[in-house]
Structures are given as C-alpha cells and as structure tokens.
C-alpha cells in the first residue's frame, strides 16, 4: 500500500487531537471531588457518581460504536461525538445541582466512548500496514499523557477558581475541534446500511452497566456484598444474552457488536493479553496512590508528582516504540516488556516503610514505560489481523474489554488487599503496618494474573504472517 492520501491527511491528526481533549477531561474530575462535595452539600458516596455514571456510559456506548460507525460517514460520527462531549460540557459548566451535574458527565461520557473507536478505525482505514505501529504509537501516547496530565491541570485550575471553572476551560478546546472538524475533516471508508437492533441495545444495558458497576462496588466498604455480587450477575447474564443475539445476526450481517473478530486468534490473544494488562494498569492507579496516602502518610499533590514521571514517559516512548514495531514486530517487544512487569509486581509486593519514594517513582515509571511496549503492539497487531470491514467492530470490541477488565482489575487489587489487610490487622502493631500486608498480597496476586498475559505474548504474530482464508469473513456494503 501507498502512503495516505493526500485528501485525508489532515483526518488522524484532528481526531488525535479531540481524542486527547475528551481523555483529558476523564481524569480531572477525580482532583476536583474535594470541591464539589463542599459546593454542593454532598457526601462522597454521591460524589463518586460522577466518575461510576461516567464509566457505566461508556461501558454501554461503546459496543454501539461498532454499528454507529458502520451506519455513519466519519465526518457525521465526529461531530456527534464532539457536539455530545461539547452540550455535556457546557451542561456540567452551569448546573446548579448535583442532578445536572451528573446529567452532564453522562452526556459527555457519550460523546468520549464514541471518539476512540472512531480514531483506532480510520486509522486502520487509512495507514498502511508498514506504517500501523508508529501512528498506533501515536494513540498511546494520547491515552498515556492525558491522564497523566489531567489531574495536574486540575490542580492548577483549582487553585485559581472553583470546579466549574475545569468545564470551561475545557469547552473552548472541545468547540474548537467540533469546528475543525467541520470545517476540515472527509469521510473514509464505506457505509453499509446494517438496521439497528433494538433488542441488542437494550441487552447492551442490561450486560455491561450492571457488570462494571458490581465490579466497582466489590471491596467497598459500605456496600452489603450480595449487592455487587447481584449485580455483576445480573451482567453475566444480560453478557450471555446479547452474545446469543450477535450470533445469530451475524448469520445477516445485521449484528450490532460482531463477535467474528474472534474468529481471527492473533485478535483473540490480543484482547487477552490487553484486557489483563488493562486490569493490571488499573489495578496499580488504585492501589497506589492508596497505599502512599494512607500508609506512608503523603499528600495527594506528591503522590499525583511521584506518579506523573511515568505517565509522561509511557506517553514520549509510545511512538519510538511504535516505529520499533514497525521493524521488529510484537513479539520481541511484548515479551521483554511482560517480564519487566512481572518484575516490577514483585518488587512493589515487598514495599515497606523503609522503601525510599523514589524506589516507588522509579518502579511505577519502569512499569509504564514496559505497558508502553505492551499497548502499541497490541493494538496493532489485534486490529491488524482482521480484514476492513470488521474494523470497526474491532475497535468497539476493544473499548468494551478496556472498560469491563479496568473495573475487573480495581475490584480484584481492592478485594485481595481489604481481606488480607484485616487478616493482618489483629497481629499488626499499626493500620499502616497492616494496609502494607494487605498491598503485599495484592501485587503477588496480580504477579500471578499477570503470568498468563507473559505466556500469551509468546503466540503473537504481524498480521502479515496469519492465515485467515479459512475464516475471512464477507462484509458486504449493504
């Protein structure tokens, strides 16, 4: 293949761009809680609903995208995505209440899930195959600086005003790019007319709202545990369901999140691997800045300083090591990396009070920097493996594992380190002696998980070098 067209050229960089403004806003809400409880007469519990409402909208728009972007011309789903994340904004900017506050992360959630599946398709779309990784790394150097970034950003605007203040400084940036958008962006790839499913949508609710919300709630505290464990069953089953109905749409090209990725194992081992290593990076972002806090005693403001080295790191690497793919391939990068991983669990597992903090900074900057080589890859050689015009499903396939193994492994780091830490307290001469076991059990669990993500590394392959005559699948433009 050639290089991009011309006529195109200016799509990846709009959509990098507005992917990194809606990223941004995901991460400086967490900061601003603090100020919102106390704006508003409100308890923490309630506050928390603006980041859950936020990832529970994600988690049910994001299997849609995979239709949404079959039905749509991209220049259409970007401005929807853009004017959505722009009204939830503005909506959150001038509420007067918590009610419409939270109404608008929810619009806002809207337009964010639609905006990565967007950009992953029309870079499959547009970006040869030679060329895949470097502006894969591109991508992850968005999703790793952005929320590196945004609690930082918070910080300072916090200091100067109040929270309202955060959506309007981001609006203008979101406006910005709904009008470049407008103004400069061309529509790629081909539409098919695929109906709308109804019953799809709504088994979408029922299957991922309640499995990532039961995975947020396990090991809280304050929450009886059949609620979680109600929930995440109500989930299992609505997942069960809404599998069964892709199945059988799939016979008419008709379903709304096409499960025949799957039919493609360099895809399949892809997931696998990025869905541990999502449970794994968000595993670590919680436990953290917990332990740090609470154990050691730090303010939010050196633990938000101790952690932004790696995110910035994990962001500066992402396209050298994209480019390094493009010459190497996955596996040579994967497997090395994983290791690093495991190591870096193992180390974490033995954290203590005497352990100085940069130890700590320097292992969590070790670790991101090794999930850099691990995402880029992965996200190229999955989408990669698969022909055009399941693309786009791809892509939502993707969005969907982020979100419900990002909630798997909060719940799983949470669980293993509140039972082990009252397991240890009676024995334990202080709380933070006790909260230190608790952390010492988690990342030896996640070391193990882990194990299995290092094993699946082994059976990845460029796209190149996989056979899929024997399951390529038909896709035709309606």
Do not use: C
């Not at 103004?183 to 098919?192: A, M, P, Q, S, Y």
């Not at 499903?393 to 719940?411: C, E, M």
Request: charged share 10%; hydrophobic share 60%; proline share 6%.
């Amino acid at each position: 293949m050639g290089s991009t067209p011309r006529s195109t050229r200016g799509v990846i960089p709009i959509l990098l761009v507005a992917a990194f403004v809606v990223i941004l806003n995901e991460t400086t809400m967490n900061v601003a809680l603090a100020s919102i409880m106390a704006d508003l007469a409100i308890s923490e519990r309630t506050a928390q609903w603006l980041t859950t409402a936020f990832m529970l909208t994600m988690a049910v728009v994001i299997p849609i995208t995979g239709w949404l972007l079959d039905r749509l011309p991209t220049r259409r789903v970007f401005q929807m995505a853009m004017a959505l994340f722009s009204l939830g904004t503005l909506i959150a900017a001038v509420s007067p209440s918590f009610a419409v506050l939270l109404l608008g992360r929810v619009v806002q959630a809207s337009g964010t899930a639609i905006m990565m599946p967007l950009l992953m398709t029309t870079i499959m779309q547009l970006v040869p195959p030679a060329k895949r990784g470097q502006t894969m790394g591109n991508i992850s150097m968005v999703i790793s600086v952005a929320p590196a970034v945004g609690p930082t950003l918070s910080g300072f605007i916090l200091e100067v005003g109040s929270w309202r203040l955060i959506f309007w400084v981001m609006l203008p940036m979101a406006l910005l790019m709904l009008a470049l958008g407008v103004w400069r962006l061309t529509d790629v790839g081909d539409e098919k007319r695929t109906p709308l499913d109804l019953i799809s949508v709504v088994l979408t609710v029922l299957a991922f709202g309640p499995l990532v919300h039961g995975l947020s709630l396990v090991g809280a505290e304050d929450v009886e545990f059949w609620v979680p464990m109600l929930a995440i069953g109500v989930g299992v089953g609505g997942l069960a369901a809404f599998m069964a109905r892709q199945f059988i749409l799939q016979a008419r090209d008709a379903a709304l999140l096409d499960l025949r990725t799957f039919a493609y194992p360099t895809f399949t081992v892809a997931v696998l691997m990025m869905s541990i290593a999502m449970m794994a990076l968000f595993g670590t972002v919680i436990m953290l800045p917990l332990l740090l806090q609470r154990a050691f005693g730090m303010e939010a403001i050196q633990v938000g300083l101790m952690l932004l080295p790696g995110g910035i790191a994990m962001g500066v690497l992402s396209p050298f090591i994209g480019r390094l793919y493009d010459r190497v391939g996955p596996k040579v990068l994967v497997v090395p990396a994983s290791f690093v991983v495991l190591g870096v669990f193992l180390y974490l597992s033995t954290i203590n009070p005497a352990m100085p903090w940069w130890g700590i900074m320097a292992a969590h900057t070790v670790m991101s920097v090794s999930f850099a080589a691990i995402f880029t890859p992965l996200f190229t050689v999955g989408l990669g493996s698969l022909p055009k015009g399941l693309y786009s499903h791809g892509s939502a396939v993707i969005g969907t594992v982020q979100q419900v193994a990002g909630a798997a492994g909060t719940a799983l780091f949470v669980t293993i380190f509140a039972m082990q830490t009252a397991a240890a307290r009676p024995a334990a001469p202080t709380e933070a002696a006790a909260m230190l076991q608790g952390a010492h059990w988690a990342f030896l669990g996640a070391g193990a998980v882990w194990t299995a993500a290092l094993i699946a590394g082994f059976f990845l392959r460029k796209p190149e070098e996989e056979e899929t005559a024997d399951v390529a699948v038909e896709v035709t433009a309606g």
